[in-house]
């Protein structure tokens, strides 16, 4: 079995002209393990942050349902700082995520394996598996996933490591967070327009484009652009 310094160094010895580092890594975890696919995000302590990687598209739909709904396997993961395995969506996730759930399984995604990725009480990120059949990963397949979630950390660390101090995120760890604040910037502009706390403004937000299947990032942007009011009476419209 490979250890996470020998997958890092793999990583960082493959071609330097073949995508980020983050890619890489989950290119390399899904050639290695039994799945069909793995996502890469950033998680905090307000949640989902933001989607670093995906190896195709049944994984970035994973990661950016979680963004949109705030619900999932990896924020639960993230929050009790444990693995959470789903091997069968078809019998747990609609109970457990009414919202995720049956999104999840119509993207094709039949189980899921979620890896935190933290350091002490920090949380980082998140390394999210998962598979087109229902299946557990065997033990072996098991500790070879704890191996790329810790690679993965120290992924991104060491691409944090590369930037001088106050010199902000690394531009490969960047995008995700730029995402983020828009989120928030159109957040403050629903709770103004809505007359609503920021925690109810979040909630039209996901809700509104979670009903209109778009990335909550695209109407995060149309509410910034004033294309898009949300919560200001029942004439607005897109």
Do not use: K
């Not at 899904?30 to 989902?48: K, Q, R, S, Y």
């Not at 557990?136 to 060491?158: G, K, M, R, T």
């Not at 209109?212 to 990032?217: E, F, K, L, S, T």
Request: aromatic share 4%.
């Amino acid at each position: 079995m490979r250890t996470a310094a020998g997958i890092l160094d793999a990583v960082l010895g493959a071609d330097r002209d073949r995508d980020t580092l983050p890619t890489r890594l989950c290119e390399d975890c899904t050639e290695a393990l039994p799945i069909t696919g793995v996502g890469l995000a950033l998680m905090n302590d307000e949640g989902h942050q933001g989607v670093i990687a995906a190896t195709d598209g049944p994984a970035r739909v994973m990661e950016e349902l979680q963004f949109t709904l705030g619900e999932g396997p990896c924020l639960d993961a993230s929050l009790a700082r444990r693995p959470v395995l789903q091997p069968d969506l078809a019998s747990t996730a609609v109970a457990r995520w009414p919202g995720f759930g049956p999104e999840a399984l119509n993207a094709g995604i039949a189980a899921i394996f979620a890896f935190p990725l933290h350091v002490g009480a920090i949380r980082v990120g998140i390394l999210d598996l998962y598979r087109d059949t229902p299946g557990s990963l065997d033990n072996a397949a098991l500790a070879e996933a704890l191996a790329y979630a810790d690679a993965a950390l120290l992924v991104l660390l060491h691409l944090q490591g590369q930037m001088p101090p106050e010199g902000g995120l690394h531009p490969q760890l960047a995008a995700p967070l730029e995402n983020r604040a828009e989120v928030h910037q159109a957040t403050g502009v629903i709770s103004v327009v809505a007359g609503v706390s920021l925690a109810d403004a979040l909630l039209l937000l996901r809700a509104h484009a979670y009903a209109a299947q778009r990335p909550v990032v695209q109407v995060a942007r149309d509410v910034i652009a004033g294309t898009l009011r949300i919560g200001a009476s029942r004439n607005d419209h897109e």
